[in-house]
């Protein structure tokens, strides 16, 4: 599956686009002049192996928190503006990137302070267009659509290249995955910038998980996209958890274990869904890319098997295991599970 070729910039430490690693990102949803609550959000992130975290500087005083938000965050900072250039020009002093639509601060004059600022420390700028509040001039022409929401990027990123500066990451973010999708894929053979994907107010943890793997899973399988974000109305840790699953069942990220589980039938005589709730509870700290199949019978369990590193197939009263096609053995009640996991373990170790 090959990639589409973009700038590399960096986000702090974080390379994104060319041929680094897909990156994932949140926003904290703190009140960033708090900064100890925003510095707390921040981490939870990072234990959630966020690569990036991005918070909103709507006023004075949390464009103020950000150096101590900066000075105590274990990942690279975006500050997000909106229209208002001053906060720009000061969260450019200490944030690691910033997210600001370059058409809407209010004049060249305005936009040359910002690209001056940003140069100066060398950090990117974000475009990051939201299909709900386009240009008018843009609405009343070409509508609210995906070809609208493309102009509008290359409406912003001609005036940052007007001035020479390049540094630029994009985004393109709609309600709904077909409009999110159809606008990335149309501005993707337009520019060299790597795009940071998402599907804006994607909804709860069922409906984002939805919307953003169709938009942002296939887009990444058409080899589009550098950095993610889900966005879940609900907690920072399973934005992270879903933006990591979509890379890793698109095939664009090796790391972590894979189940396959079958969905049950009439064959099954073990309680499968609780078996599968609890490995897929004790892989969740397991990096090296493993697959792992839990099957309810023998029917389809050897088929799959031969594929898994480890595999589990149930039957009456316990089940057997399958390391790398070959079987280990017939295990019955707790210590089916146990053994598995025991195998698990020590294949997880394996250097
Ligand atoms: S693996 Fe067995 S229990 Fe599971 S769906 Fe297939 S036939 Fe049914």
Same mark, same amino acid.
């Given at each position: ?134 240009? /008018?001039? =843009? ?10 929401? @493309?102009?509008? %990027? !290359?409406?912003?990123? #001609? ?124 892989? /969740?700290? =397991? ?10 019978? @023998?029917?389809? %369990? !050897?088929?799959?098997? #031969? ?45």
């Amino acid at each position: 599956m090959t990639r589409y070729p973009t700038k590399q910039i960096f986000v702090g430490n974080v390379p994104v686009g060319g041929d680094a690693p897909i990156s994932v990102q949140s926003m904290t949803f703190s009140k960033t002049a708090d900064a100890a609550a925003t510095i707390e959000q921040i981490k939870r992130l990072y234990f959630a192996g966020a690569d990036i975290a991005r918070v909103s500087v709507p006023d004075h005083e949390s464009a103020a928190a950000l150096a101590e938000i900066k000075r105590n965050s274990p990942l690279p900072i975006v500050a997000d503006i909106h229209f208002n250039y001053r906060l720009a020009l000061k969260a450019a002093q200490v944030a690691d990137c910033i997210r600001i639509n370059p058409g809407n601060i209010g004049g060249k004059d305005r936009i040359k302070e910002v690209v001056k600022a940003c140069s100066d420390r060398r950090i990117p700028i974000r475009i990051g267009v939201n299909g709900g509040s386009l240009e /008018k001039e =843009i609405e009343q022409k070409y509508g609210n659509g995906a070809e609208a929401m @493309a102009k509008s %990027a !290359l409406y912003h990123i #001609k005036l940052l290249e007007d001035l020479d500066f390049t540094a630029i990451k994009v985004s393109l973010k709609a309600s709904d995955a077909p409009r999110t999708f159809e606008a990335y894929r149309a501005l993707r053979p337009l520019v060299p910038y790597p795009f940071h994907l998402g599907v804006t107010e994607a909804g709860t943890m069922f409906h984002s998980t939805i919307k953003s793997a169709i938009a942002i899973g296939g887009l990444l399988m058409e080899g589009i996209g550098d950095t993610i974000r889900v966005s879940i109305t609900g907690e920072l840790e399973e934005e992270i958890r879903v933006a990591r699953a979509i890379l890793q069942d698109s095939g664009r990220q090796a790391e972590g274990v894979n189940i396959i589980s079958c969905p049950t039938c009439a064959r099954l005589e073990s309680d499968l869904k609780s078996a599968v709730a609890i490995v897929e509870e004790r892989v /969740k700290h =397991i990096k090296k890319p493993l697959n792992l199949s839990v099957m309810g019978c @023998a029917v389809n %369990a !050897l088929g799959e098997a #031969k594929y898994a590193d480890l595999a589990i197939a149930f039957g009456k009263n316990g089940g057997l295991i399958i390391k790398r096609g070959k079987m280990i053995g017939k295990f019955e009640g707790d210590e089916l599970l146990e053994r598995f996991m025991q195998e698990l373990e020590a294949m997880a170790s394996e250097p």
